[in-house]
């Protein structure tokens, strides 16, 4: 059984903080993994794709991957009340299987003021 | 350049009735995907459509089954309603080939 694990949280933060998100998932031969941002009650929100192992920053948001530790991460440096969400882990279902995505159930995150 | 579309926004059932659920993709999108999101997990992979052909299915019942038309819009169909078929139903498109998913507003299927 294919999996992508995330922490459920919530993930407290202080705002103006810097918001951890750890993810791992299974499939080694998944090759592109996404972070989407889900307010409640709305569909998820693409915040970043990130395809080869290292960092890419995008704004106040950093993905990290390790392909070799399966383990995908994303920072939110200084954290607002409106990144308050749950952040949701994609990764797509391995070699051959382009435009199908494997979620985690999710990260929720809650900025504090 | 236009959005992922999705009718209807919500949508009450009772058990055993059937439910045909409406999407449009993205300006320059060829492929629709279809996720099931229950409440507190994270959305479900149900089947892609490319080329008016499902595309590969996750696991999922036959009961739930799909349609693409030559303007790449695509419906859901889902029959013989569970209780737990209750959940939001997310269309999402892309470019043939591509990993990247933009969703639509989602239907909200409540089945009583």
């Known amino acids: 059984q294919k999996e992508v694990e995330q922490n459920s949280g919530p993930l407290s933060v202080p705002e103006g903080a810097i918001a951890s998100l750890n993810c791992t998932y299974s499939d080694r031969g998944s090759q592109s993994f996404f972070w989407y941002r889900q307010y409640s009650g709305k569909s998820p929100e693409l915040i970043m794709s990130i395809y080869s192992n290292g960092d890419k920053e995008d704004g106040r948001f950093t993905a990290q991957l390790n392909k070799a530790s399966q383990y995908v991460s994303l920072l939110i440096r200084d954290s607002q009340p409106s990144d308050s969400a749950t952040y949701l882990c994609?990764?797509?279902?391995?070699?051959?299987?382009?435009?199908?995505?494997?979620f985690g159930a999710g990260t929720q995150v809650v900025v504090t003021p | 350049e236009t959005g992922v579309t999705q009718s209807p926004t919500h949508l009450i059932k009772t058990r055993g009735q059937q439910v045909t659920l409406r999407c449009s993709s993205q300006?320059?999108?060829?492929?629709v995907s279809w996720y099931q999101q229950a409440l507190g997990q994270g959305p479900q992979f149900i089947f892609q459509y490319y080329r008016e052909e499902e595309n590969g299915r996750g696991n999922f019942p036959p009961r739930f089954s799909g349609l693409q038309f030559p303007n790449y819009s695509s419906e859901l169909n889902v029959n013989a309603l569970e209780l737990d078929d209750s959940a939001l139903y997310l269309c999402?498109?892309?470019?043939?080939?591509?990993?990247?998913?933009?969703f639509g507003p989602g239907t909200r299927l409540t089945v009583l």
């Open positions: 999402a498109s892309s470019r043939e080939g591509t990993d990247t998913q933009y």
């Open positions: 300006s320059g999108h060829n492929t």
């Open positions: 994609a990764v797509n279902m391995g070699t051959d299987s382009w435009g199908k995505l494997q």
